[in-house]
Every structure is written in C-alpha cells, then in structure tokens.
C-alpha cells in the first residue's frame, strides 16, 4: 500500500513548492529511488525541469520530461499526462491540486501543502481522501528547509 507523506512549508508561493520538490528529488535519487514528478500542465512540466537542471548548484540529477529522449531511464521523469507509462515508480511527488488517480501504483506519495489557505483547504480533502481509504499517512511540519 502507498505511504503518502505531506510536507507543510512554511511558505505561501507556489515557486517554494516546487524548489522543495527538487528537494524531495534529490533525497529520493540519493538513495536510488526513481521518481515521478506530476504537474498540472505542460508548461509547469517545462519549468519544473528548468528547476531541476540548477537544483542542487553543486551536482546534476539526471531527468527528463515525459516523451522525451533523455526522460528514457532516467530517474527522475516530470510529466502531466494522466497514467503515464514510466518505470519511475519508487515516488510520486504530486505538484497538482487534486487526488492523482494513478497514486496507488507507486511505493510512496509526496504531497506539498504550502500556507496558502485554497491550498491548504485542498490539501485537507486530500488527506481525509487517503485516510479514509486507510493509506498509511504522515505528516511533516518543515521550518527551516533551505538549504
């Protein structure tokens, strides 16, 4: 069953988001896991990837968007399409607003709820909507998390 994790960052714009994603990507590539970024169009796609190819300033972390040649093996593939074919299935990292009905095939789900009040309202309804499915769920409040 999927262990679905929420992260609470202290921040309100959605550009914070994302910068904890890289976060989260280069933490789950450090330890061999392959991940998939989710995001809400292929315009977030594009920039999400502009993100990663600077994040961290002192390394690379090899990924590719969804259909394109270097997304091929790599372990990190950022996508937006509905039930993507992808072996990057250690770890979602849902950058949408809503429940990602293909969750389930992954090992564990990140979801990233910054203070903004129509996001954190979503983020509620998303977690009452795995709780009570009886997915495994955690919660972890994140001060300081620049690095």
Known sequence: MTRVDFYLI???DLDARAR???RICHRAYALGNR????TESTTA????D??????????FMPHGRL???MAKGAPIVIGNTQDPETDADDVLINLTHDIVPFF???????????QDEELRAQGRRNYKYYRDRGYPLFHHDI?????
């Open 143 to 147: 001060e300081d998390w620049r690095d």
């Open 104 to 114: 389930g095939r992954f090992e564990r789900l990140a979801e990233i709820v910054i």
């Open 67 to 69: 259909g394109d040649a």
């Open 10 to 12: 202290p921040d309100v």
């Open 20 to 22: 904890f994603a890289c």
């Open 50 to 59: 502009e993100l990663l190819w600077s994040y961290p300033p002192e390394g």
């Open 45 to 48: 796609a594009r920039s999400f």
């Open 35 to 38: 991940v998939y970024v989710h």
